[in-house]
């Protein structure tokens, strides 16, 4: 019969003694058919489940309805097991229960991951409540004595104006603008860690408006030619999300353009299971070698004394678009522009990854 | 609040302290400052007998012992004191402190910038609203 290479079965009487079994039960419980045989299930309990969980299962039966659901037993040896049971009653001549069958199916493996995977997320959960503790601890604990020392050197460049030479005033000068500069590195470092600390919100976006937001925001100075594609979709995203991804892209583009005459384009598609887009802009371009390493985070390509950079932008741009489960990455000519591409996976895709 | 009216300051940090005081003294603000470093300092103070309550209050949120928000919760739940505005004055732009700040009361909510020309004109907002807005002592 093909349920006895399938499950786990056992017949029992009316008062659940065991009068039949076969042989995947005697292997998983590891007891001889000569020792289940007239036994009831209590041979095999773990002890895990409340008494509660029995009384209703035999309540369910005995009145002539199936019963299905997890149970944990224990093996001769004592080692626990877990199967999925279904009990199906047999009426007797009074229309009462005379026999059932009980189905089992071994889940124990199952079972083990599922407090495998409760385990990894207690940690996760654990982790992730540390790491906005820690970034709380930042914003405000190395923020104080940096605010201080900005203060102090701007009331010394104050009240010393007509004693300070003009090197110590340049000196103090600098010194400022490295207090604003490791101010934004920690800003940074807080909005980075933000990012998908929010659920998802996935809702219709429309990139063409949006990328006119974005633009409006940004202000590229006047000369700069922006072209925003007419058809570019409507998606199903996180608002939020894409909005810091196109801001820190056009934003980007804007800082880096270096010429008077740049031009910026926005445009995208619908493919099949996905979206795509890109920003495009006619700069003096990435080398190949550095297209990895622009999207670490504080990794620049000028030094900060040259461009006032936090090399924050594109990590934030990558950890936004991973968090939606796309990717994002960069095609560039030296000389010509570069062109970022991101690919947002549509909500029911398969290919979505997170 | 008249140009008379206290300002009450309760803020741990010293520099942060100093740069209140300068800016109210550029800006020609004639109203007088009460510094508290500690949050129950300025709560026993207020709750003095024949105290002058202050026009404004500044808070910082992040203090040892009692916090801000502690401090904001413990005025507001108090008759006598709850009608005197707060400003949180703070380096937090955590967006619970903000939404827990605004929900127990506070008046407005201003992140402490780097460098004094921006404290000034962050102190001269918060003056100027203050000054010109009625208020319900």
Known sequence: ?354 | MKSTTPILLIDDDIVDSMSVKRALRELAAANPLQVFHHAEAALEHLRGAGVAPPGLILLDLNMPRMNGLEFLQELKADPQLRHIPVVILTTSREERDRAESFALGAAGYMVKPIGHDLFVSVMRTIVDYWTLSETAA
């Open chain 1, 1 to 354: 019969m093909a349920l006895n290479e399938h499950a786990i079965v056992a017949w029992t009487d009316s008062r659940g003694r065991i009068t039949e079994v076969n042989d995947k039960f005697c292997a998983i419980s590891q007891y001889s058919r000569a020792e289940l045989l007239g036994q009831d299930h209590r041979m095999i309990n773990s002890g895990h489940h409340p008494g509660d969980f029995f009384r209703v299962l035999w309540q369910t039966i005995s009145q002539g309805a199936v019963w299905q659901g997890d149970i944990c037993n224990r093996a001769k040896d004592g080692s626990f097991y877990w199967v999925k049971t279904t009990i199906v009653p047999f009426a007797g001549p009074q229309g009462r229960p005379s026999r059932y069958i009980a189905i089992r199916t071994d889940i124990t493996e199952r079972k083990r991951a599922e407090r495998e995977q409760a385990r990894l997320l207690g940690e996760l959960t654990h982790i992730n409540r540390e790491l906005n503790q820690f970034a709380h601890i930042v914003s405000h604990d190395l923020k104080a004595p940096l605010r201080a020392i900005g203060a102090i050197s701007g009331w010394l460049a104050a009240d010393y104006a007509d004693r300070l030479g003009p090197e110590a005033k340049d000196q103090l000068d600098l010194l400022l603008g490295r207090v604003r500069r490791l101010d934004a590195l920690i800003d940074g470092i807080l909005r980075y860690s933000r990012i998908g600390r929010t659920p998802e919100e996935r809702l219709p976006v429309d990139m063409a408006a949006l990328s006119a937001e974005v633009f409006e925001l940004l202000a590229p100075p006047p000369g700069i030619e922006i072209v925003i594609a007419r058809d570019l979709p409507v998606i199903q995203a996180d608002r939020t999300r894409i909005t810091q991804v196109l801001e820190n892209l056009v934003s980007n583009a804007i800082k880096h353009l270096g010429r008077p005459d740049g031009r910026i384009e926005i445009g995208g598609r619908t493919e099949a299971g996905h979206w795509m887009f890109f920003v495009r802009d006619n700069g003096p371009g990435i080398e190949r070698k550095y297209f990895d390493r622009i999207f670490q985070i504080f990794q620049t390509l000028s030094s900060r004394d040259e461009r006032e950079s936090t090399g924050i932008g594109l990590a934030i741009v990558r950890k936004n678009v991973e968090q939606c489960g796309g990717r994002v990455w960069v095609e560039s000519t030296p000389g010509e522009g570069s062109t970022f591409h991101f690919m947002i996976p549509h909500p029911s895709s398969p290919s979505r990854f997170s």
